[in-house]
């Protein structure tokens, strides 16, 4: 009953995905714990980027990172004129 028994294999064999059949206990908690992590330390380092980021000059179209850069919020140049979008 029940299918047919698995293939030998060399008993021996080992690899970082865990080897032949393998089924890891609670896979998915520890992919979800692994991905939080990942989570908070891209945050980290994306709010540390973007609190450092200085431009010496202005960009002459738009990008992205004026949205969240201090220093197009608060335009110290009083004759900024935002670029144009492409």
């Known amino acids: 009953m029940g299918g047919t028994p698995h293939k030998p294999y060399p008993k021996h064999v080992w690899s970082p ?7 890891p206990r609670q896979w998915k908690r520890n992919t979800l714990i692994v991905g939080l992590g990942t989570s908070l330390v891209l945050a980290f380092i994306f ?3 973007a609190e450092l980021e200085q431009r010496t000059l202005y960009p002459r179209v738009w990008i992205p990172s004026m949205m969240w850069s201090k220093q197009f919020k608060t335009k110290d140049d009083p004759n900024f004129q935002p670029p144009k979008s492409l």
């Open 17 to 23: 995905s865990g080897g032949w059949w393998s089924q």
């Open 47 to 49: 709010k540390k980027s």
